[in-house]
């Protein structure tokens, strides 16, 4: 189980970059010792149940036959097709989140991902949180689970920064703070500096009493939000806040794009971006970090 999900040009074709050459050498080495071995991956947010084109990730297929260098066959019905594969080669399943059930971690169509499988290598740290089938679903059922190189390094990046005692700091963003929250609860007490985000500032600002209009928040975890925020303080560590906002009324009107003060924002307008000023805040924190732990697509 890999983290495939790559972006596209304005052309449609796929970006190449860190996301997937990160993940070559452990497939590579697996080929090496003549395993037969299945790629298995999500693109994007598709309709359950609904194969959309973009989403695809049928032309992934040729782009790795060329990083491998060695056919990769593609497996548009995974997994209701019966597949073999051969000791050393390799194939590619279609986007698991064309499949109903991927979501709510169906325990069923998990023995289905499974069948035929040996072992599953868990190499997609970036949505192991998700209780997705192809991810809680396989790693609970399966019969030997190994971690990938990759995974195993960023579990270890946090360990070490867990142990940091002078001036760290944490930049978190992404839109959920309820995937974050353990994470941040066991660092609170080991940084000086928090710096928030996306929608998890969104989340923390509204459970402080701030008013952010259209924008995304996570009602359910407000009593959660105010609670980090109050322990924060009890430990002494400053959480960096917007203080100023990009917002707009829609994504596809440019025109409404506008940077405004956290309390200036209108009731249609959602926040999109932290301000400039907000940058310089966070800048200023970082200039004086030992070490820094950086979380979501922020910045």
Known sequence: RVDFNLPRDKAGNLVV????????????QLLAKRCAVLIVSHMGRPREGVVESQYSLADLASVLSKQLDQPV???SSWPYQRTYLAPATVALAENTRFLVGESSNDSALAHRMLEGVTAVVMEAFACSHRSHASTVGIATHASRVILGPEHISEVMAIERFKQYKD????VVGGKKIVTKMSLIQQMVAKMDYLCVGGGVANTLLHALGYNLGNSFVEFSQLEAAKSLYDQAMQEGVEIVLPEDVVVCESFEDANSVRTVAIADIAPHEKVVDVGPDTVQRFKEKLNHAQSAYWNGPLG
Request: proline letters at 5%; a positive charge; zero cysteines.
């Open 73 to 75: 066959s593609f497996l």
């Open 17 to 28: 970059g860190d996301r997937l050459t990160t993940m070559l050498p452990v497939i590579k």
């Open 167 to 170: 001036r760290a700091v944490a």
